[in-house]
């Protein structure tokens, strides 16, 4: 009794006290994230890789079922079953510890030290400065320039939007590899990123992707347009390497997908980060950028800022159990909280700080 207790509160001690190291020692962070990491997540998303389905959804669904099943059907056994309700009570109690100490240990090892890293810009652009709205200006007019040029070589469906005809996961592990020649900690194993069965929750929650730490697994919407698949699955490959800020791995999936040699990924890559900027000079009123959207192709405009099929909530009404506005922003207050708690004070804000490396980027 006392060993099926005292072993997951050791565990979960020892987790606490590596929290709190890394908190502060930013160097025993960078040594875990280049020195162990590596090997825990090349060994356990091989043999996560090996299933044909998310393991960490199921895992995620089964959380879900134990928490409205398994708690109504506890109180009822100890109701009915009076000789056994110490017994009973234990079992559940080293259940409960069990899976606290999993999600400590998983969280901890796959995800919280990596918080705590040197930020990707101190480490690739340690003469970076303070950026102007002019520099702002001139990325956003190349960007536009070069989705201009690419926009016009991708194929493109019977309505005349951008589609991705390629094997989209073989090219992204194989664009991260070969990013991983500019950036170290992006060489080595990548498993195949998987589709989320409940993709249309997570259309609700907003998101394109969403990365698994308790089993080492990155996972996409599968209900989302495949124009959207490339920055996505380079962005959740990037989390598999020790990148977990936001920011860092919308800006290793652009370095990835435009380091590509295919056509599409390169399109799709500087599509995203155009994205980004847009809304940053928009939301910074950087006027004298104002007039470059003038600049912007039709072929552009119809491939941007798109994410769901059309009428994509219409037809997938039927499946809404609890309101999208409520999951979204519950989903929402969720991830930026977690941000914030593992030290960025901007929150889900954070994404959009790719700008400031696309900056960095283009004017070290």
Same mark, same amino acid.
């Given at each position: #009794?006392?060993?099926?207790?005292?072993?997951?509160?050791?565990?979960?001690?020892?987790?606490?006290?590596?929290?709190?190291?890394?908190?502060? %020692?930013?160097?025993?962070?960078?040594?875990?994230? %280049?020195?162990?990491?590596?090997?825990?997540?090349?060994?356990?998303?091989?043999?996560?890789?090996l299933l044909p389905f998310s393991l960490g959804e199921m895992l995620t669904a089964a959380a879900v079922a134990l928490v409205f099943i398994g708690i109504p059907l506890f109180l009822i056994l100890l109701i009915f079953m009076k000789g056994k309700r110490r017994r009973l009570a234990a079992f559940a109690g080293t259940l409960v510890l069990w899976i606290l100490c999993y999600i400590t240990t998983t969280e901890t090892m796959n995800c919280f030290i990596m918080y705590q890293c040197t930020p990707l810009s101190e480490k690739?652009?340690?003469? %970076? @400065?303070?950026?102007?709205?002019?520099?702002?200006? #001139?990325?956003?007019?190349?960007?536009?320039?070069?989705?201009?040029?690419?926009?016009?070589?991708?194929?493109?469906?019977?309505?005349?939007?951008?589609?991705?005809?390629?094997?989209?996961?073989?090219e992204a592990k194989k664009a991260m590899k070969r990013a991983g020649g500019k950036y170290p900690q992006l060489r080595g194993y990548y498993p195949d990123p998987k589709p989320?069965?409940?993709?249309?929750?997570?259309?609700?929650? @907003?998101?394109?992707g969403i990365y698994m730490p308790y089993t080492i697994e990155a996972n996409y919407n599968d209900d989302m347009i495949r124009a959207v698949?490339?920055?996505?699955?380079? @962005?959740?490959?990037?989390?598999?390497?020790?990148?977990?800020?936001?920011?860092?791995?919308?800006f290793l999936a652009f370095a990835a997908s435009t380091g590509s040699d295919n056509v599409e990924f390169q399109y799709a890559g500087y599509l995203d980060a155009l994205e980004y900027v847009h809304n940053t000079v928009w939301d910074n009123e950087v006027?004298?950028?104002?007039?470059? %959207?003038?600049?912007?192709?039709?072929?552009?405009?119809?491939?941007?800022?798109?994410? #769901?099929?059309?009428?994509?909530?219409?037809e997938n009404a039927d499946k809404e159990v609890i309101s999208t506005e409520a999951v979204s922003e519950a989903s929402t207050a969720a991830i930026d909280t977690n941000i914030k708690m593992?030290?960025?004070?901007?929150?889900?804000?954070?994404?959009?700080?790719?700008?400031?490396?696309?900056?960095?980027?283009?004017?070290?």
């Open positions: #009794m006392k060993k099926r207790y005292s072993i997951p509160l050791i565990i979960i001690a020892i987790m606490v006290i590596l929290n709190v190291i890394s908190r502060f %020692s930013r160097q025993f962070s960078d040594f875990y994230v %280049s020195k162990i990491f590596p090997y825990i997540s090349s060994a356990v998303s091989f043999v996560t890789g690739y652009f340690p003469d %970076s @400065h303070e950026h102007t709205d002019r520099e702002l200006t #001139m990325l956003y007019g190349a960007l536009i320039n070069k989705c201009n040029e690419l926009a016009l070589q991708v194929p493109r469906d019977e309505n005349g939007c951008f589609e991705v005809t390629c094997d989209v996961k073989a989320i069965q409940f993709s249309y929750f997570m259309s609700q929650l @907003h998101l394109t698949l490339p920055s996505t699955l380079c @962005h959740e490959l990037a989390h598999l390497k020790g990148f977990i800020q936001e920011d860092e791995a919308n006027e004298e950028a104002y007039p470059l %959207s003038e600049t912007i192709s039709d072929e552009v405009l119809r491939d941007w800022f798109r994410f #769901m099929p059309e009428n994509y909530w219409e593992n030290g960025r004070e901007e929150g889900i804000k954070s994404y959009s700080m790719m700008v400031d490396l696309l900056l960095d980027y283009y004017f070290p």
